[in-house]
């Protein structure tokens, strides 16, 4: 069974730039979840997808970041324009129904914003 | 509100010695708890959770965690720790009454087994 799969791996961009995130989560599951991690810190949740329906956005700063989730599978992550304080790794995570919380996660996107 | 508690930025053991890495947890109701592990350059991997039963819990790698409900505790042990152990590791809590399903993370816990 394949893995949650993220790209790119890492990506370097200037302050005000675009910058998205891809994600595929694991075949048959659900729930989606994209989370930000910082250096010394644990995930911080920023919107969870229950199918293609985005059920818990309250910690998405909409100013900048989108998501969506067409079609219920894949996952897109945007921020425009990038911010210095969005330097972070941002994880994306599968669950089969959200209920019990085993959540799969991927290798995440290293993002320095210059 | 629910919280989560590493008290220990930092475990150091000797291979071969038992480790336990400790969480303690706020939450309104009975909780979910959750034990994840995160190895340099990767993604969060699943150890272990406790949902209900059986207060000892076992999971990946030979790790295991007891929940204490009386100390607000769910710490993480292994008799005997491996290098390959040395990662960073977190606790997670959900409360399971009402339609919050938002878990709450701690801040980690690094290990490191020395040979």
């Known amino acids: 069974e394949a893995g949650v799969v993220q790209s790119p791996r890492y990506k370097i961009i200037e302050k005000k730039q675009p910058v998205a995130f891809w994600c595929n989560p694991i075949?048959?599951?659900?729930?989606l979840y994209w989370y930000r991690q910082n250096l010394g810190q644990g995930p911080e949740l920023l919107i969870r997808?229950?199918?293609?329906?985005?059920?818990?956005d309250s910690q998405l700063p909409k100013d900048r970041f989108s998501a969506e989730r067409l079609k219920g599978v894949d996952s897109t992550l945007k921020i425009q324009p990038a911010e210095l304080g969005d330097s972070a790794v941002y994880l994306c995570?599968?669950?089969?129904?959200?209920?019990?919380?085993?959540?799969?996660f991927g290798s995440g996107t290293q993002l320095s914003v210059l | 509100a629910q919280s989560v508690a590493q008290p220990e930025d930092q475990v150091n053991v000797a291979e071969g010695n038992p480790l336990t890495v400790k969480c303690t947890y706020s939450?309104?109701?009975?909780?979910?708890l959750f034990w994840y592990v995160q190895y340099p350059n990767r993604g969060l991997q699943f150890l272990l959770k406790?949902?209900?039963?059986d207060n000892l819990v076992k999971g990946s790698y030979g790790f295991e965690a007891e929940f204490n409900k009386s100390q607000t505790s769910f710490h993480l042990k292994k008799p005997s720790a491996l290098v390959s152990d040395s990662a960073l590791y977190f606790c997670?809590?959900?409360?399971?009454?009402?339609?919050?399903?938002?878990?709450?993370w701690g801040l980690g816990t690094s290990l490191a087994v020395n040979p």
């Open positions: 995570a599968s669950s089969r129904d959200g209920q019990n919380e085993k959540l799969f």
């Open positions: 075949s048959g599951h659900n729930t």
């Open positions: 939450v309104s109701g009975n909780p979910y």
């Open positions: 997808y229950e199918n293609e329906e985005a059920v818990d």
């Open positions: 997670a809590v959900r409360d399971r009454g009402g339609n919050n399903r938002k878990l709450i």
């Open positions: 406790y949902i209900t039963g």
